[in-house]
């Protein structure tokens, strides 16, 4: 079965203190992974998508096929990445619908 | 491009009325997908849609709910007869097709079931 697994609900650290949110899948087929942040009062907003392999506000995220994860990484967080993230993958085969794990609520402290 | 477009933005019905939730794409986008966010849960797909198709409705509940995407004007999620399970957000997002899975959000709709 396809699911994706975000093992923490909230995830609270310092400025300046890296981050990483965590993220695992279960899928047969090769998957297509994005990870979502819905600022407050915002609407859900891509954030990055695997293939595309690029840093966006200072985040990265590498898929490793092995672990089955795509975790979320940034060296030095900043107040303003205080946000809920979404880990999505899709289904291609399926239209391209997106399978979201529970999401983790960082929250950056000054 | 004003982006994913969604009204109501909050909705109170009480049970047993009619909730009638709309969802217009992006410019050029032709797929629309909605998803619904239960309290303290991840979003869920319920339905994808192309323009006068249903594609995937496998999300769906069996009863009461209904989507379409008419060729002129926005896609509509129909929910019949509410109850307070009925109760979450609604997301609507789009997607340009073309072999791009990329998808848009709209700002949801907040459905309250009184």
């Known amino acids: 079965a396809q699911r994706v697994t975000q093992p923490e609900k909230l995830l609270s650290v310092f400025k300046g203190a890296p981050v990483e949110l965590k993220c695992n899948y279960s899928y047969s087929g090769s998957p297509e992974l994005f990870w979502y942040v819905q600022y407050s009062r915002q609407r859900l907003q891509l954030l990055l998508r695997?293939?595309s392999r690029e840093s966006i506000k200072g985040f990265t995220a590498d898929l490793n096929k092995g672990e089955t994860s795509f975790h979320l990484k940034k060296p030095f967080a900043q107040e303003e990445d205080s946000a809920m993230y979404y880990c999505a993958l899709s289904v291609y085969n399926q239209g391209g619908k997106l399978i979201f794990g529970q999401g983790t609520e960082l929250s950056v402290k000054p | 491009n004003a982006g994913v477009m969604q009204n109501p933005r909050h909705l109170v019905r009480r049970r047993g009325q009619e909730a009638r939730l709309r969802c217009s794409p992006m410019?050029?986008?032709?797929?629309v997908y909605w998803y619904r966010q239960l309290p303290e849960e991840g979003l869920k797909f319920m339905v994808y849609l192309q323009k006068e198709n249903i594609i995937d409705e496998s999300g769906m509940p069996k009863e009461r709910f209904s989507a379409e995407f008419p060729k002129e004007g926005p896609s509509i999620l129909r929910i019949q007869q509410v109850v307070r399970g009925d109760s979450a957000a609604y997301f609507c997002a789009s997607s340009p097709g073309q072999g791009r899975v990329e998808q848009y959000f709209g700002p949801g709709t907040r459905l309250t079931v009184t």
């Open positions: 410019k050029g986008h032709s797929h």
């Open positions: 695997h293939i």
